[in-house]
C-alpha cells in the first residue's frame, strides 16, 4: 500500500530563510475580514455585497467578492489583514497566480 503524501508545512527563500506555511482561513476569519473591509473590491471599486460562499440562490445578481493574497500562499504569503484583500470575481480571475 502506497503511503499516503505529506504536504509541505514550510517554505526555505532563495535566499535561505525558513517560515511556516499559512494554514487556510477559517469561515469566521473570513467574514471578520469582509465585515471590517469597505465592501469594495481593491482594485475596480465595485460594491461587493457577499463573499463568493455566501449567495443565496434566489440573489444571483449580487456582486460577490473573493479574499485574495498580495502574496500568494505558494510564495509564503501569510493571512495577516496587511497581505489580504477582496476582490470582485472578474478581478481575481483576471489576476491569476502571477
Request: contains cysteine; charged residues 30%.
Amino acid at each position: 500500500m502506497a503511503q499516503p503524501r505529506r504536504r509541505a508545512e514550510f517554505f526555505v527563500r532563495p535566499d535561505g530563510v525558513c517560515f511556516q506555511k499559512a494554514r487556510p482561513l477559517r469561515e469566521w476569519e473570513r467574514h471578520q475580514f469582509f465585515e471590517a473591509s469597505n465592501k469594495a473590491c481593491a482594485t475596480c471599486g465595485r460594491e461587493i455585497r457577499s463573499l463568493g460562499r455566501d449567495i443565496p440562490p434566489y440573489r444571483a445578481e449580487w456582486s460577490y467578492g473573493q479574499i485574495d493574497h498580495l502574496l500568494a500562499r505558494s510564495r509564503g504569503g501569510q493571512n495577516d489583514p496587511a497581505n489580504l484583500r477582496i476582490l470582485c470575481v472578474s478581478c481575481n480571475a483576471s489576476k491569476g497566480a502571477k
